[in-house]
């Protein structure tokens, strides 16, 4: 079946540094990708929507020079975390979604701690 | 403001016996209903889904219900096995937006043999 890598699984980094994480749909093409985050013991937050060889549209209240998406191909969306501070520590998650209302993939997720 | 609401956190059940996990919402113009399942390290994958046209699907050991009037849907899964142990997310969608979920804070169904 139709499957979603993402990568890093998990990452450190210091404060103040910038994060990269891919997001690759492996056997499909996804015309839209969606980004969300989890904090603990909480649900999962839709942060972005992109399309590909679009701008993505950002949800209120995040910031979309912070959270930099890149959706430059059918098969791959990327998310930069810029300028890092603690509390964006958290789970970050893509999921992918073909042409139509197909369904949607989720990645395995992120874990990006800052300290 | 929280739209899709999975009021317990957490829920323990037998082996062989019901499990019923439950979602509320708030948006009465969501038209479609996902439930996820997610395991530790893992993405959550797709379990069952209905339209807000329908009260009832059901796939195998799993049915979801939806109610309309009372914003409420459930998922059963009947009998329940120790590999359904999980965190369940409910999830919810508006006409047109089927990509942009809202989603529940998760139940975690353990599932005790």
């Known amino acids: 079946g139709a499957v979603v890598s993402q990568h890093p699984s998990r990452v450190i980094c210091k404060s103040g540094t910038s994060v990269k994480i891919e997001c690759r749909s492996l056997?499909?093409?996804?015309?839209?990708m969606f980004w969300y985050r989890q904090f603990p013991k909480q649900s999962l937050m839709l942060m972005a929507t992109?399309?590909?060889?679009?701008?993505?549209?950002?949800e209120q209240g995040v910031e979309k020079d912070k959270f930099l998406i890149n959706h430059a191909s059918l098969t791959l969306s990327t998310l930069t975390v810029t300028s890092a501070h603690p509390e964006d520590s958290s789970f970050y998650i893509c999921?992918?979604?073909?042409?139509?209302?197909?369904?949607?993939?989720f990645g395995n997720g992120t874990r990006l701690t800052v300290t | 403001d929280q739209q899709v609401k999975q009021n317990s956190p957490s829920l323990s059940v037998q082996e062989g016996r019901i499990s019923i996990l439950n979602c509320d919402y708030t948006?009465?113009?969501?038209?479609?209903f996902l439930w996820y399942k997610k395991y530790p390290a893992e993405g959550p994958t797709f379990l069952i889904s209905?339209?807000?046209?329908?009260d009832k699907n059901e796939d195998g050991r799993f049915t979801v219900f939806l109610n309309k009037s009372a914003k409420h849907l459930s998922l059963h899964i009947v009998p329940s096995q120790p590999g359904d142990s999980a965190v369940y997310f409910c999830?919810?969608?508006?006409?047109?937006?089927?990509?942009?979920?809202?989603f529940g804070q998760g139940t975690e169904l353990s599932v005790k043999p």
């Open positions: 056997d499909f093409q996804a015309t839209t």
């Open positions: 999921s992918a979604q073909g042409v139509g209302n197909s369904p949607l993939h």
């Open positions: 999830a919810a969608s508006l006409y047109n937006q089927g990509g942009k979920l809202i």
């Open positions: 948006n009465s113009m969501f038209d479609y």
């Open positions: 209905i339209s807000s046209i329908k």
């Open positions: 992109s399309n590909e060889g679009s701008k993505a549209t950002y």
